[in-house]
């Protein structure tokens, strides 16, 4: 059985992966079960293993902590649901690939609960929204907003860090980095979609759509 933490009030960075690293190592050891982890973060930036300094704009603007999860830039904080994975990935046939795609698969699921359609494209990490409503980009490309991003690290075949899903944050903060190394594109949230959810609406939705997409 995967076990479900939630934590309430925003929990630092630095305390975080410690104990992420801490239930990876036990996980993989065989001394703790898997699990799945419901926080926020205080406002920061962290950077993946692909980040290149140009695309922080702003590095004095949050704390920055580097991290070696897969990815560029991202922007964690209040009012946005980080879910850290930690799954035996070994158990769940050893195929990278195959992991990232159930938790896009997921995150999709999740959103689908709410009417959203999120969407995946080529070249382009994380989930997507298409904003038919907005103008197109200059060069006529219509206009999508990220709405949810995916990093994961694996030690041991057993994964940690996960995904980060935009409720209702501060749509601001992101102007500081280059979200994921994306230019054009921006970022929206559920509640900028015009949607009344609540970060409780969206655990449910999690949980409900967990074991069909990742199992």
């Known amino acids: 059985m995967v076990e479900w933490i939630t934590s309430q009030g925003l929990v630092p ?18 001394r703790a079960g898997e699990a799945i982890w419901l926080l926020e973060h205080p406002p920061l930036y962290t ?13 004095d603007r949050f ?3 580097e991290t070696r999860r897969g990815g560029q830039y991202t922007y964690h904080g209040p009012g946005q649901r980080v879910v850290y994975v930690m799954l035996d990935v070994g158990r769940r046939g050893r195929d990278v690939r195959r992991f990232v795609a159930a938790l896009e698969g ?5 959103l689908g609960e709410f009417g959203v359609r999120g969407e995946l494209r080529e070249g382009r990490v994380g989930v997507w929204v298409a904003r038919p ?17 995916i990093g994961i690290r694996l030690r041991r075949w057993v994964s940690f860090h996960g995904i980060a899903i935009n409720v209702d944050p501060d749509l601001s903060h992101f102007d500081g980095i280059v979200p994921c190394g994306i ?3 921006g970022v929206t949230s559920l509640v900028d979609l015009g949607l009344p959810v609540e970060m409780g609406d969206l655990d449910v939705a999690l949980r409900r759509t967990f074991e069909r997409a990742v199992g």
């Open 13 to 30: 960075y630095p305390d975080a992966v410690s104990k992420m690293e801490a239930r990876a190592a036990a996980i993989a050891e065989g």
């Open 47 to 59: 950077a993946g293993t692909s980040a290149r300094p140009e695309d922080l704009r702003a590095p």
């Open 63 to 65: 704390p920055v902590f």
């Open 106 to 110: 997921w995150v999709i699921a999740a």
């Open 133 to 149: 409503e907005k103008p197109p980009l200059p060069d006529g490309t219509p206009r999508e907003d990220k709405i949810a991003a």
């Open 183 to 185: 230019e054009g594109h």
